[in-house]
Nanobody
Framework: QVQLVESGGGLVQLGGSLRLSCAASGSIFSINVMGWYRQAPGKQRELVAT???????NYADPVKGRFTISRDGAKNTVYLQMNMLKPEDTAVYYC???????????????WGQGTQVTVSS
């Protein structure tokens, strides 16, 4: 079994900051990519940012310069620091972790339960 536990969402005013966390636990052999996605009401889920095991990061254009993704390999945890938040950042944020449970298994993506981020104007 693998569990992803997210935390850190909430209500914030325009220009404010929030930090999301997602901790993976359970039967994990190795993790390669960790990332954050978001889904606003009536819209499809979209990529926010990813970070590889080697530390390479990728950001969606709308969040570049405002959001920072990082990971702690020892804790199997990924973070998303969100600054200068805008109302259009309002969404449910989901973490995604691509991991393998044994040396010989394939990498599979797991989703967190989601955490609501609401930015008021």
């Amino acid at each position: 079994q693998v569990q992803l536990v997210e935390s850190g969402g909430g209500l914030v005013q325009l220009g404010g900051s929030l930090r999301l966390s997602c901790a993976a636990s359970g039967s994990i052999f190795s993790i390669n990519v960790m990332g954050w996605y978001r889904q606003a009401p009536g819209k499809q889920r979209e990529l926010v940012a990813t970070v590889t095991s080697g530390g390479m990061t990728n950001y969606a254009d709308p969040v570049k310069g405002r959001f920072t993704i990082s990971r702690d390999g020892a804790k199997n945890t990924v973070y998303l620091q969100m600054n200068m938040l805008k109302p259009e950042d309002t969404a449910v944020y989901y973490c995604n972790v691509r991991l393998r449970r044994t040396f010989s298994s394939n990498y599979v993506g797991y989703w967190g339960q989601g955490t609501q981020v609401t930015v008021s104007s």
